[in-house]
């Protein structure tokens, strides 16, 4: 049974950092493809960031420069280092996990419960 368990989330002030992590079970991790999501009340789930297994990275426009997507092979899971954190970055975030789609679409086969991340001005 494959199992993404997030964790990290929290609250914090404008400006503020933090690590979500993702904890991923019963899955193939090498061949995976791992991305991270998020949706805010009221709208549409959007993709955040993602890895492919190579290391490959594609990231949101709105947080470039700002979130690092990683992978810990050894330890099968993923990350989400947030830096210079702003209101609009509230949200519940999820992990997505897929052996083959790579891309910040919604077509991951896998998912988490989700970590909610709160930010205050």
């Known amino acids: 049974q494959v199992q993404l368990v997030e964790s990290g989330g929290g609250s914090v002030q404008s400006g503020g950092s933090l690590r979500l992590s993702c904890a991923v079970s019963?899955?193939?991790?090498?061949?995976?493809?791992m991305g991270w999501f998020r949706q805010a009340p009221g709208k549409e789930r959007e993709g955040v960031a993602t890895?492919?297994?190579?290391?490959?990275?594609i990231y949101a426009d709105s947080v470039k420069g700002r979130f690092v997507i990683s992978r810990d092979n050894s330890k099968t899971t993923l990350y989400l280092e947030m830096n210079s954190l702003n209101p609009e970055d509230t949200a519940m975030y999820y992990c997505?996990?897929?052996?083959?789609?790579?891309?910040?679409?919604?077509?991951?086969?896998?998912w988490g419960q989700g970590t909610q991340v709160t930010v205050s001005s």
């Open positions: 997505a996990a897929d052996p083959y789609y790579y891309g910040l679409g919604s077509s991951f086969d896998y």
């Open positions: 890895i492919d297994k190579a290391g490959r990275t």
């Open positions: 019963g899955y193939t991790w090498r061949s995976a493809c």
